[in-house]
């Protein structure tokens, strides 16, 4: 049996929970109940709950406290929190340390009945791959849902899906019926990293169940399916709904955007493809929706994108062009100032453009991406690429998706720049190490140029731009420092010492001594030998 733990500081709330389920049924079995936070951290460190369920405001600790110090024990414990409007800043908080899922007050029967029978089943799930994963990758792929979000991919993916009422029975067992097919997108936007994993997955779960809640009843069958950031559907419903159905979509719209606050800055934004009466156009739907949800970025998020008239083709104009020169130019520089002048110029003639579609925005600022990497003959191109389009997917305005252009261009010539630099030191400290262990010996600038592979008169001017001073002044330099080392910690004569720091000439020696010390070397011995 899967054990719940229930934490309210009121007793009325808790019976009320307990009234609302019939947990036998549902194979749950009701632990304990507690009416603080401390009696609910004692209680579940003595009951191991699979399920606990609590207010975000209790007396001894807040539900937050509790959240946090509880998962830090057991990650798999499932939560589902209880939250007024008025405390949305602490729901917010308990999202980010992974809760299973949320309630608003009043809790509403069929919600937290559908609540915990995903937690069950997430816990079921997760204790047969425990058990024996082998065997729940057979079962996976014989489910029926598995089948159905396959059809949904297909849709994505393929071209020329054969479809008809009899495929859709028999293949993905839905139950389907004459009348009006229809593809939806579902897109949330929210900052870069700024929601985790579990916390973005527990809140498109959410709006697939309130579009699942809003739609089902009203279609004769109603698939859907969460990709990342997104939930994309098929609808098949009765002919003379149309106008229902899209009803239902706003208002499944505007319940996410009411609760966004909780999880601000989150937006959302739906589109609905065509209304086909053949399923032979499920695909055209659903592409025409994939196309729409792009429109955001044009007319703004938390509304719902509808087909009117006929799609635009990618317009030609002499933004890419101008790009390219402005681009071009920007790299050969390694300007990070004229790599933002060539995206602020495309963005202008973007907000020159009339009529202009999200999709060709996207496809424009995409094309940017793709010559940015060309000119640059950036190394793991396709890697990079396909990490800036899932960047460029959650914004959700034009500014925002040029901002995000922006950044991948100046990141990478950063980096270009660091490595050209790092590529001018280099032969100058291969130098350096040279002399180091060959002092003694009549080195030569042509000598030194020729071992680190570039030519004299480049390596002289390489040298003393990096070091700031020339390369005889820095081998004079090293054999001076040598010399006194010698004078201080050994007997040797002077003219020996002439010999083992590179010069043949006593005299040249200790006059370039002299000169560089103040002193002769004799009597630099005198003084600190």
């Keep these: 049996m899967i054990k719940v733990v229930i934490a309210d500081d009121e007793e009325r709330i808790c019976q009320l929970i307990r009234a609302l389920i019939d947990w036998e049924a549902m194979g749950l079995e009701l632990a304990g109940f507690a009416h603080n936070g401390l009696e609910a951290a004692e209680l579940a460190e003595k009951l191991k709950p699979d399920i606990l369920i609590t207010d975000i405001r209790m007396p ?28 949305f800043e602490y729901a917010q908080q308990a999202i980010k340390y992974g809760v299973g899922d949320y309630l608003l007050k009043p809790v509403s029967k069929a919600e937290l009945t559908a609540t915990l029978e995903k937690l069950r089943q997430r816990i079921c799930n997760r204790r047969e791959d425990e058990q024996d994963k082998e065997e729940l990758r057979r079962k996976a792929e014989k489910d029926v849902r598995r089948m ?13 899906l054969p479809l008809s009422i009899e495929v859709l029975r028999e293949n993905y067992y839905l139950q389907v019926s004459p009348g009006i097919f229809q593809a939806f997108w579902l897109k949330m936007d929210c900052a870069q990293d700024s929601l985790s994993d579990s916390s973005a997955l527990a809140l498109m779960e959410k709006a697939q169940s309130v579009l699942e809640r809003g739609l089902k009843s009203k279609c ?68 025409e929706a994939s196309v729409l949800i792009q429109d955001r970025i044009v007319k703004g998020t938390g509304r719902l994108l509808e087909q009117r008239g006929t799609l ?14 402005e681009i071009a130019n920007a790299v050969e520089a390694l300007s990070t100032d004229q790599a933002e002048q060539a995206v602020k110029h495309l ?45 460029y997917e ?29 590529d001018a030191v280099r032969p100058v400290r291969k130098a350096k190490q040279y002399i180091q262990n060959h002092y003694s010996e009549p080195i030569t600038l042509e000598e030194v140029s020729e071992i680190v592979g570039l030519s004299s008169a480049y390596f002289s001017v390489l ?45 040249h020696f200790t006059h370039t001594f002299e000169k560089a010390v103040g002193v002769r070397p004799a009597t630099y011995r005198k003084l600190y030998g």
Aim: glycine share 6%; aromatic share 8%.
């Design 312 to 325: 635009y083709a990618a317009r030609e104009n002499m933004a890419r062009e101008k790009y390219l020169r």
């Design 463 to 507: 040298f003393k731009k990096t070091e700031g001073e020339g390369f005889a002044k820095y081998l004079i330099n090293v054999r001076m420092e040598q010399a006194k080392i010698l004078l201080r910690e050994s007997n040797i004569s002077v003219a020996d010492i002439c010999r083992q720091v590179g010069y043949n000439d006593l005299k």
């Design 220 to 287: 004769f069958e109603m698939v859907s399916a969460v990709k990342e950031f997104s939930c994309v559907g098929i609808m098949n419903y009765a002919r003379g709904r149309q106008e229902e159905i899209r009803k239902i979509l706003k208002g499944c719209l505007s319940q996410m955007e009411l609760q966004r606050g909780l999880f601000d800055p989150v937006s959302f934004s739906m589109s609905a493809g065509g209304a086909f009466e053949s399923p032979e156009l499920l695909q055209e739907s659903m592409k």
């Design 148 to 160: 159905r979000s396959g059809l949904l991919q297909a849709l994505l993916d393929q071209t020329d």
């Design 394 to 422: 959650q914004c959700s305005s034009t500014e925002e998706l040029f901002r995000c252009l922006g950044g991948f261009q100046n990141e990478y010539i950063e980096e270009c720049r660091a490595q050209r630099e790092n």
């Design 60 to 87: 001894g600790i807040s539900g937050v406290e509790l959240i946090q110090r509880l998962k830090e024990k057991n990650s798999d414990l499932e939560i589902i929190v209880i939250s007024g409007y008025a405390h």
């Design 347 to 391: 963005l202008d003639e973007v907000r020159r453009m009339r009529d202009v579609r999200g999709r060709e925005i996207f496809e424009l600022v995409d094309s940017a991406a793709e010559i940015f990497s060309a000119c640059t003959q950036m190394p793991e191109r396709a890697k990079r690429l396909a990490e800036f389009r899932r960047r």
